[in-house]
């Protein structure tokens, strides 16, 4: 393992990505590797934190943090008997070829910025005897809850990754949102481009909608669709929606539940903390014996096993504090259907 050093971006190694900058520079460091320095901020350029796809200029000093030698396995990650045993305690699903999480509210999926405890570090304790630990293929936000999936080896991952990015998964996500959609079945088609956080290091950046004509004109905006469905309401005041994610953007189902007036329950982010939002809609917080808690959980993921090739449909139980509006609601499991928008397809 070696230290932390600083090396010269060379003349005629301008103008190109950090991330195969640092690949030619050490061809032994994965990709993936790479991209987990960048997040934490281990790498960075002249003193700043960048992106993998950040573009080098000749002269800029690129630190490059402890890197292990060619064929010198990274260090293991060092997991309390205590997570050990709460993170196998959420294994949905598990196989030779992957396993599958009910991720809790609150625990971040990957590392970053002020996040030293998370999915990707706890894997460690999910080898159950594989000489690697399981990679992540996608990602929820620290605070929804659900299905999560990770392969068991460098060929899953890349077959599931291939799915997730071909769109050949379905996702439902359930989640309680204030006031109730109409119409009752719907799909949302709002762009996405990020604003800048108000902090020094870029805290409470967010996304914000596009009208879909604006998309090609805004730099950095994205497309973006949703599918939801009312599957029942509490007359006008709250619904419990269940949300497909089309498309798979960062925030994508909380920014658009929020543009069109109905904010997901407990997401101060974008809902608002007041009981009732100026202009149309109502606010994030129901008040009461309701949990702030964020109300977003990932509760379905149906895929054809990329090794069996056999149809696999993984359900996460909702979280505590989910379950807990849900029974004081008068909602139940029982009465809705797994997939609300399969006869549509």
């Known amino acids: 393992m070696t230290g932390v050093r600083t090396l010269t971006v060379a003349p005629g190694e301008g103008d190109q990505r950090l991330d195969r900058w640092f690949r ?37 000093q690129v630190r490059i943090p402890p890197l292990p030698a060619p064929g010198e396995a990274p260090p293991r990650a060092v997991v309390s008997e205590a997570d050990a045993a709460m993170i196998r305690g959420c294994v949905l699903y598990r196989d030779d070829h992957l396993i599958a999480l009910n991720k809790p509210p609150g625990l971040a999926t990957q590392g970053g910025s002020g996040q030293s405890r998370h999915v990707d570090g706890l894997a460690e304790a999910l080898r159950f005897g594989f000489d690697e630990k399981p990679r992540l293929v996608h990602r929820l936000d620290r605070d929804t809850s659900g299905v999560l999936l990770l392969a068991r080896t460098l060929a899953m991952a890349k077959a599931l990754t291939a799915a997730f990015r071909a769109r050949e998964t379905r996702k439902i996500y359930w989640a309680a949102v204030a006031g109730t959609p109409s ?38 905006a994205k497309r973006a669709v949703t599918d939801y469905a009312v599957l029942s309401s509490l007359g ?54 309701i949990s702030r808690k964020l109300h977003l959980h990932a509760r379905m993921v149906r895929l054809t096993h990329p090794a069996t090739g056999k149809a696999l449909t993984l359900t996460a139980p909702l979280p505590e504090h989910m379950r807990r509006t849900w029974d004081m609601l008068g909602w139940s499991e029982a009465d809705v259907p797994a997939d609300p928008f399969g006869d549509l397809e």
């Open 183 to 220: 119409p009752a079945m719907g799909t949302i088609r709002y762009g996405l481009v990020k604003a800048p956080g108000h902090g020094s290091g870029g805290e409470g950046e967010k996304m914000r909608c596009i009208l879909p004509d604006k998309v090609d004109a805004t730099p950095d």
């Open 24 to 60: 030619r520079q050490f061809p032994h460091v994965t990709q993936i590797r790479i991209e987990k320095m960048c997040r934490k901020g281990e790498i960075r350029v002249d003193g700043g934190r960048v992106k993998p796809a950040t573009r080098l200029e000749a002269g800029q």
């Open 236 to 289: 006008k005041r709250v619904s419990w929606c269940a949300l497909v994610p089309v498309t798979g953007r960062t925030h994508q189902l909380r920014a658009h539940m929020a543009e069109i007036g109905h904010p997901i329950v407990g997401d101060g982010k974008y809902g608002g903390s007041g009981q009732v939002n100026e202009g149309e809609g109502w606010g994030a917080q129901l008040g009461g014996e």
